[in-house]
């Protein structure tokens, strides 16, 4: 859902001496058909490479110069990076931040903004996100785990079978049946993909990710995938599904 942010910084962005431009974008983000300045800055501890934290956005509007400096709620990690694009649908692009956690999960760390009318309105937030999209997920007997979500109504199973004796035997007696109650998880968000979903007006969509584990981080089951489009207030899922890792092939002929 938009949330429209009441204050603003507005004039000449000045920063300090240890503060690095982690990435820098050019579009008409505002819509007055003047090309405007988005800029990320962070602090980039001595000896930390790509790591930065206190990662700031800062839009400089192409004709009067002046700036809007917004101060993001999880603001340190990898890579940080900028994308405009045209995700509302209005012809104007919006400001995609991507960040990366480098934690054991894959975490990452998104945000999204439109500037229309210098109006600075947040369009997507990741701990949102991840406060919505919950999974549980637990071990069914016969070989099957079950990933669903009582709040989002959607149920799904996928077939472990494929993993071995050494990792059923764990779980399941020789019989299918369970030894006893047993759960995975459902990640938070780990990877938010633009992805471009009418080629006429180059408007975009965007693809999540959330991995799908068992009992410990490195038994991945499979992936949470959601296609979220933008209905003109906040982004809905149009497509929710999960997908599972390929095995090697058994001839069955």
């Known amino acids: 859902m938009y949330r429209q942010f009441q204050e603003h910084t507005y004039g000449n962005y000045t920063h300090a001496r240890n503060i690095t431009l982690l990435d820098m974008k050019q579009g008409d983000v505002n819509g007055d058909g003047i090309i405007d300045n988005v800029y990320l800055y962070g602090n980039k501890p001595e000896g930390t490479g790509i790591f930065a934290d206190n990662i700031t956005l800062v839009i400089q509007d192409g004709l009067s110069n002046q700036s809007t400096a917004v101060n993001l709620q999880n603001n340190a990690g990898y890579n940080a990076s900028l994308f405009l694009a045209d995700f509302s649908k209005d012809s104007i692009p919006d400001i995609l931040i991507s960040i990366d956690s480098r934690g054991s999960g894959g975490y990452g760390i998104f945000y999204m903004y439109s500037f229309k009318n210098n109006i600075l309105r947040e369009m997507f937030d990741v701990e949102k996100y991840n406060q919505e999209y919950k999974f549980n997920v637990n071990y069914e007997d016969f070989y099957k785990v079950s990933v669903g979500s009582p709040q989002l109504n959607v149920l799904f199973t996928i077939d472990i079978s494929y993993k071995g004796y050494d990792y059923l035997s764990q779980f399941y007696y020789e019989n299918g049946k369970l030894k006893q109650p047993t759960k995975g998880e459902v990640?938070?968000?780990?990877?938010?993909?633009?992805?471009?979903?009418?080629?006429?007006?180059?408007?975009?969509?965007?693809?999540?990710?959330?991995?799908?584990?068992?009992?410990?981080?490195?038994?991945?089951?499979?992936?949470?995938?959601?296609?979220?489009?933008?209905n003109g207030t906040q982004f809905t899922s149009s497509?929710?599904?999960?997908?599972?890792?390929g095995t090697n092939l058994i001839s069955l002929y």
Not at 239 to 245: D, E, F, K, M, N
């Open 187 to 230: 990640l938070a968000l780990g990877a938010l993909y633009p992805i471009v979903t009418n080629e006429k007006r180059m408007s975009y969509d965007l693809l999540a990710f959330q991995r799908i584990i068992g009992t410990f981080n490195a038994d991945t089951l499979g992936y949470v995938e959601n296609l979220l489009t933008w």
């Open 239 to 245: 497509r929710l599904s999960v997908a599972i890792l």
